[in-house]
């Protein structure tokens, strides 16, 4: 039943399931993080590189920036094509959502390993 839904007789419900995964995957990190912060409760600088120091939760946060960034598409699309009529209009802001995600997601990838 679920690998029907996901074919093309229903277009929707592909990028539905993905907002609510990737969320769900923000909501597990957001509870985890909350529990680490109040953990270690870093307060000055060296204790919020320790904080982001081991390799998981590097690993972790990259997968939180990649989930945060697929809802964010996902849902401005969805904004974008509800109420900008103008195609072309609609098109560059979409052009312009996905560069500025995916410089966002560069940063978060050069804040995190590099």
Not at 7 to 12: D, V
Not at 31 to 48: C, D, I, K, N, S
Not at 65 to 76: F, P, T, Y
């Amino acid at each position: 039943m679920l690998i029907e839904l996901l074919t093309k007789r229903y277009p929707g419900m592909r990028a539905w399931l993905t907002q609510r995964l990737s969320g769900l995957v923000m909501a597990i990190y957001s509870v985890l993080a909350l529990g680490r912060f109040l953990l270690l409760q870093p307060t000055y600088y060296e204790a919020w590189l320790d904080f982001f120091r081991p390799w998981w939760w590097r690993l972790a946060s990259l997968l939180f920036w990649i989930s945060l960034s697929i809802h964010a598409w996902l849902g401005i699309r969805d904004v974008l094509k509800d109420y900008v009529p103008n195609a072309n209009l609609r098109g560059v802001l979409i052009k312009l959502l996905v560069v500025v995600l995916w410089l966002y997601l560069a940063w978060a990838t050069y804040l995190l390993f590099g």
